[in-house]
């Protein structure tokens, strides 16, 4: 199972463009990147998927480089109501037991 | 659909009692799980099921029991409850296994111990 790296935290300002980067080394050829969103007192939420190159859907965007090591989640122009918990994860097909949530990174937006 | 629901929101225990925490999905998913969250730190997985009659130990198992009778229910049981079982549990399905596959989260339940 490939370990995930990420900020602690990060703070933005209302409007701002803000990228949270996640480190994923040992990614293997199957795994996909997967990003879930937690609202407090809330469960996690999916919110963007991939494996290569970028994505992008009505929440956010995601940024892979070539040798697929990291990748970058991008929410645009954020609101205060981004405030959340992210969570980046990496895995493919298999495995019922091995997705890694970390501490996330908890991202606070300030008006 | 309601998707995954879970019962109780809340509930204080007291050392030794036990309980039943109730999840719930109606999208048909195959796959079922139990995770705790303790405050400030990611999820982890107690228990998971892969259908009807099958349940797998995750990372955190000890002081829990589960039961699959149904592809809609998967209770989580909490024998005589201890302190250190204080935590957020969320109940998510999906429709396969592996990280691919979108895992769909219940809104939690908050338990104290005392």
């Known amino acids: 199972l490939a370990k995930t790296t990420q900020p602690i935290s990060m703070d933005s300002y209302e409007g701002q463009e803000v990228n949270i980067t996640c480190s994923h080394n040992?990614?293997?050829?199957?795994?996909?990147i997967t990003w879930y969103q937690q609202f407090p007192s809330q469960g996690p939420r999916f919110i963007i998927q991939?494996?290569?190159t970028k994505v992008t859907n009505e929440v956010a965007s995601l940024f892979i480089p070539a040798d697929r090591k990291s990748s970058t989640l991008s929410l645009p122009r954020v609101s205060l109501s981004d405030t959340a918990v992210y969570y980046c994860?990496?895995?493919?097909?298999?495995?019922?037991?091995?997705?890694?949530f970390g501490t996330g990174t908890r991202l606070t937006v300030i008006p | 659909n309601a998707g995954v629901t879970q019962t109780p929101k809340f509930r204080i225990l007291k050392i030794g009692q036990s309980m039943t925490l109730q999840c719930a999905q109606d999208?048909?998913?195959?796959?079922m799980y139990w995770y705790r969250q303790d405050p400030g730190m990611g999820l982890k997985l107690i228990y998971y099921?892969?259908?009807?009659?099958?349940?797998d130990k995750g990372e955190v198992p000890n002081g829990y029991n589960v039961s699959r009778s149904t592809t809609e229910d998967f209770p989580l049981r909490l024998e005589l409850a201890a302190p250190s079982q204080t935590s957020v549990y969320f109940c998510?399905?999906?429709?396969?296994?592996?990280?691919?596959?979108?895992?769909?989260f219940g809104p939690g339940t908050r338990l104290t111990v005392l």
């Open positions: 991939g494996y290569k």
């Open positions: 040992n990614i293997a050829t199957n795994d996909y």
């Open positions: 994860l990496v895995g493919g097909l298999t495995g019922a037991n091995n997705l890694f």
């Open positions: 998510a399905s999906s429709y396969a296994e592996g990280a691919y596959n979108e895992q769909f």
């Open positions: 099921s892969v259908g009807a009659g099958i349940t």
């Open positions: 999208m048909n998913h195959n796959y």
